[in-house]
Structures are given as C-alpha cells and as structure tokens.
C-alpha cells in the first residue's frame, strides 16, 4: 500500500514503472510464500482446524443450487 501512495504522489512515467515492478515482485513473493507453506503443511500431513466460519460455508456451498 506504500508503493501505491509513493506512485500517486509522482507523476513520472518511470516513477510508475518502477513502483508497478515494485508492486509485481511483491504479488510474487508473497504468492511464493503461499505456495511454500501450504505445500509444506501438505507434506508434512497437518490439517486445518475447525472453525465457525468453516463450517457456514461448508454448509452454505454443499447446498443444492
């Protein structure tokens, strides 16, 4: 959200290219962490706890449409 503020201030061309470049490498670091952890929970067998929010869109999606 830094980056977005930091690229509206400017009005240079390159200033927005780099804050948009900025702002991919971000979208790609965290998806990466994403994709590292739950692969890891997935190898290494753990499973999601229960939770009230869980449960309501279990029963919300498993209805008949």
Same mark, same amino acid.
Request: aromatic residues 10%.
């Given at each position: 959200?830094? @980056? +977005? +503020?930091? #690229? @509206?201030? &400017? $009005?240079?061309? #390159?200033?927005?290219? +780099?804050?948009?470049? /900025? *702002?991919?490498? $971000?979208? @790609? /670091? +965290? =998806?990466?962490?994403?994709? !590292?952890?739950? $692969?890891? =929970?997935?190898? #290494? &067998?753990?499973? =999601?706890?229960? $939770?009230?929010? &869980? !449960? *309501? /869109?279990?029963?919300?999606? =498993?209805?008949?449409?």
């Amino acid at each position: 959200s830094s @980056l +977005v +503020v930091w #690229e @509206l201030k &400017g $009005s240079n061309p #390159e200033r927005e290219r +780099v804050a948009l470049k /900025l *702002i991919g490498l $971000s979208y @790609l /670091l +965290v =998806s990466a962490y994403v994709f !590292i952890d739950a $692969s890891k =929970s997935l190898l #290494e &067998g753990h499973h =999601s706890d229960r $939770s009230f929010l &869980g !449960i *309501i /869109l279990f029963a919300d999606f =498993s209805r008949e449409r």
